[in-house]
């Protein structure tokens, strides 16, 4: 699996962006989709994940109501669209795919292959 993102840049606080990660896999819907993000000089972070068949989502408690994560199996692509973006979210974000079981979701670990990542940067 390769992971591609793409879609990130610099808005102000309150604005929005929106996020894709394409995929090029024949089987992309054995996958959960995550996306992770690392702020400067802080540890790489579970933002959300998808399950399979896009049914169940998860979140950071930090993006709750703001952020919403999706995808489309046929296109081999995750989304991850940001609203009422803040100075704090800025940081490098990645998307990721997991084989392992749903339980795992928020774990780093638990996801085989990562995108290159791509800047968000939430200006005050």
């Known amino acids: 699996v390769q992971l591609q993102a793409s879609g990130g840049g610099l808005v102000q606080a309150g604005g929005s962006l929106a996020l894709s990660c394409a995929a090029s896999?024949?089987?992309?819907?054995?996958?959960?989709m995550g996306w992770f993000r690392q702020a400067p000089g802080g540890e790489r972070e579970f933002v959300a994940t998808?399950?399979?068949?896009?049914?169940?989502?998860d979140y950071a408690d930090s993006v709750k109501g703001r952020f919403t994560i999706s995808r489309d199996n046929a296109k081999n692509t995750v989304y991850l669209r940001m609203n009422s973006l803040k100075p704090e979210d800025t940081a490098v974000y990645y998307c990721?795919?997991?084989?392992?079981?749903?339980?795992?979701?928020?774990?780093?670990?638990?996801?085989?292959?990562w995108g290159q990542g791509t800047q968000v940067t939430v200006s005050s």
């Open positions: 990721a795919a997991s084989t392992s079981i749903w339980g795992l979701r928020g774990r780093e670990s638990a996801y085989s292959t």
């Open positions: 896999v024949r089987t992309y819907n054995r996958y959960v």
């Open positions: 998808l399950s399979r068949n896009g049914g169940s989502a």
